[in-house]
């Protein structure tokens, strides 16, 4: 049996258990006022980037956005970006950034979707099914950003060799992860914690490592 000091604490279903709920977890009500606080100016962030409104989205600090004029961003209902300091125990590095950097460029995400710190910056094409959580500082990328040969890179040094990424419903990825161009992440995968991803992952397994490799499959 479980020690009591070790139970997992009751969803707050009343105003009394709310109450001593948020006593218990002080800075969970803390994160909950500032989140109420900063609504205008987020609403209006997206606005001005171009970006529609989705229902029941949650912000817990304010994210970047860096939308070229001429590109897509598209986000499903029920998004949650956790982007202070305090919103997360373990520390986002600095706010959720979702960049598209060129002409044409699309990142489209999901319903329910979560991600803590860490940047989307797309190129060609991010997509991201439903259900896709995404741990703190991760960072998913479809460009190289800079040509790899040099004189390429003396003339043009922002035109980067890109491959869309695409990422199925249900994909659960662990913090401090890098998901570079050109994979696909099957359904229902896990990205273990620090992994680099630069090739395909089928459906339904744990993968993990640098490089990375299959652990199991669930």
């Not at 896990?190 to 993968?207: E, K, L, Q």
Request: aromatic share 6%; proline share 8%; with cysteine.
């Amino acid at each position: 049996m479980i020690p009591p000091a070790q139970l997992p604490d009751p969803i707050p279903d009343s105003l009394s258990s709310m109450v001593h709920y948020t006593r218990l977890t002080p800075w969970k009500a803390n994160n909950e006022i500032r989140r109420l606080l900063i609504w205008p100016r987020v609403r209006l962030l997206f606005a001005w980037a171009g970006i529609a409104w989705g229902t029941n989205w949650r912000f817990y600090g304010v994210p970047l956005i860096q939308r070229h004029r001429a590109s897509t961003i598209r986000i499903g209902d029920g998004m949650e970006l956790r982007s202070s300091l305090i919103s997360n125990p373990l520390g986002p590095a600095h706010p959720v950034i979702l960049s598209t950097r060129r002409a044409g460029a699309i990142i489209q995400i999901g319903a329910n979707f979560g991600m803590t710190g860490g940047s989307i910056c797309a190129d060609h094409s991010i997509t991201m099914g439903d259900r896709v959580t995404v741990g703190a500082n991760t960072i998913i990328v479809d460009t190289d950003f800079h040509p790899l040969d040099p004189v390429t890179r003396q003339r043009d040094p922002m035109n980067g060799a890109t491959a869309p990424i695409l990422i199925e419903d249900d994909v659960f990825i662990g913090m401090n992860c890098l998901i570079l161009k050109g994979v696909r992440i099957g359904q229902s995968s896990v990205i273990g914690a620090g992994s680099i991803v630069t090739r395909d992952v089928p459906p339904g397994v744990i993968a993990a490592g640098n490089p990375l490799r299959i652990i199991k499959t669930l």
